[in-house]
């Protein structure tokens, strides 16, 4: 075997890109990341760029494959599809040349099965939810071992307890958030890259009602004709981590990448869950509220609510947020995927 390992990352999204290059680090060494669209994106880490399994008629991803009869152990197995056969080729004929010792998986039952079937252990990357459907509990059950990238207070409370006891829980996955003057008065507002647009307008009528807030909404949003003077609108920042760090209350969804930067910086925090597959943001965003690391809201507020709200999300919160980001970060991820790696190639050898 080579002790190489492969890192696969879905395309939904861009935080399964954000942690892989997390974990990997800035050199080479060991890790090739696969995926689709990663052209530019992997600085100097070595990537294979996977051809598109999205459908043919479709440029987003609803996961949803249209195929009336599918094994339990696959979520997404569309028939038929070019892109889907070239890529599992590829990935196919990149362990056969490889030789990897481990293969990462963040996120597909389907790439987990494939590399299994090609002979190769795997670590498996959970996400927040519900994952007791069997196409997740055969990928826990297949692989050497599981990746968690939160606190296991936050962990869903159906989760098996094998499952638990097989999962390395990695709190601290984010950049380090840097050190930053905090305005008590800036609210900014971020729901990551996979949940659509903010609305602007309803943006715009919370900003009214709270004119001695500034507002700065980061990513994109529906544009308006006439935002109040202290609405920002700034679309993609390449610091969004300081600005979470420096905002007074921050409002957002409950996305690995939001609630990563903002326990991180210890900021207050208004969460607003978006609907996911597997209820991954509502577990997670019920467990910060019962934790009292954020105040939960089911739905956008009416414009009346928002001085009382900021206020709410503003009271002391103790050690709830700091608590919840401390341990193992992504260094300490990739020394454990890398002893893990390095423990499967002596194992596998000794079956040769």
Same mark, same amino acid.
């Given at each position: 075997m080579s002790g190489s390992i492969g890192y696969y990352v879905h395309h939904h999204g861009s935080g399964h890109l954000a942690r892989a290059l997390a974990i990997v680090g800035q050199t080479s060494d060991h890790f090739t990341v696969l995926g689709t669209g990663l052209a530019g994106r992997t600085g100097g880490v070595p990537f294979i760029d996977l051809e598109d399994d999205r459908a043919l008629d479709d440029a987003s991803f609803r996961g949803n494959d249209g195929v009336k009869h599918r094994p339990e152990a696959l979520h997404y197995a569309p028939l038929g599809h070019p892109g889907v056969r070239r890529r599992v080729s590829v990935v196919a004929g990149w362990i056969e040349t490889c030789a990897p010792s481990l293969m990462v998986i963040d996120v597909s039952v389907e790439l987990a099965m494939l590399s299994r079937l090609a002979a190769t252990p795997t670590v498996y990357v959970r996400l927040s939810g519900d994952r007791t459907d069997p196409a997740h509990l055969e990928a826990f059950r297949g692989a050497a071992a599981i990746l968690a990238p939160f606190h296991p207070d936050l962990d869903d409370p159906l989760t098996p307890s094998w499952v638990r006891a097989k999962t390395k829980y990695f709190p601290a996955m984010g950049p380090q958030?840097? *050190?930053? /003057? #905090?305005? %008590? /008065?800036? !609210?900014? #507002? !971020?729901? =990551? *890259? $996979? $949940? $659509?647009?903010?609305? =602007?307008? #309803? &943006? /715009? $009528?919370?900003?009214?009602?709270t004119p001695e807030r500034m507002w700065h909404v980061l990513g994109p949003a529906t544009t308006i004709s006439d935002p109040p003077p202290n609405l920002a609108f700034r679309g993609w920042v390449d610091d969004a981590e300081a600005e979470i760090a420096s905002a007074g209350v921050v409002v957002g969804s409950a996305g690995d990448g939001v609630v990563g930067a903002v326990l991180a910086a210890d900021r207050p925090f208004l969460c607003l869950p978006q609907a996911r597959p597997y209820a991954e943001q509502t577990s997670k965003a019920h467990a910060l509220g019962a934790l009292g690391a954020a105040v939960i &809201?089911? *739905?956008? %507020?009416?414009?009346?609510?928002?001085?009382?709200l900021l206020l709410r999300a503003q009271a002391p919160a103790g050690d709830a947020r700091t608590r919840l980001s401390r341990g193992g970060g992504a260094a300490e991820a990739r020394a454990w995927i890398q002893s893990l790696a390095a423990a499967c190639q002596t194992s596998t050898g000794a079956n040769q």
């Open positions: 958030t840097v *050190s930053v /003057a #905090v305005d %008590p /008065a800036k !609210v900014v #507002v !971020v729901f =990551g *890259s $996979g $949940g $659509g647009e903010a609305n =602007g307008a #309803v &943006l /715009a $009528g919370a900003a009214r009602r &809201l089911d *739905s956008w %507020p009416q414009d009346h609510a928002w001085p009382e």
